[in-house]
Nanobody, 112 residues
């Protein structure tokens, strides 16, 4: 069974940066497209960014285009989400997902 584990969240000031990591175990990550999904308190869950198996296709939520970058390193079984120019509205729990498989999430808090 595919297992996903996120890390890299934390508290950052507005305008700051974080890099989230999603490490896969159980199966090789190169079989799976990956989506980063977030959920903020009182808000609906939303997909932030996704990347195809071959890394040839990526997509982003409109509000994140130009600020977030998703990349994968299949040799390390890892997908990264580089987040720059963070805003308070980016505060949420961020999950690494692939279909029915979800990680435990990592908290990102953007606050001064």
């Amino acid at each position: 069974q595919l297992q996903l584990a996120e890390s890299g969240g934390g508290l950052v000031q507005p305008g700051g940066s974080l890099r989230l990591s999603c490490v896969a175990s159980g199966y090789s990550l190169d079989r799976y497209a990956i989506t980063w999904t977030r959920q903020a308190p009182g808000k609906e869950r939303e997909g932030v960014s996704c990347i195809s198996i071959t890394h040839k296709a990526t997509d982003y939520l409109d509000s994140e285009k130009g600020r977030f970058t998703i990349v994968r390193d299949n040799s390390k079984n890892t997908v990264y989400l580089q987040m720059n120019s963070l805003k308070p509205e980016d505060t949420a729990v961020y999950y690494c997902t692939s279909g029915a498989y979800w990680g435990q999430g990592t908290q990102v808090t953007v606050s001064s």
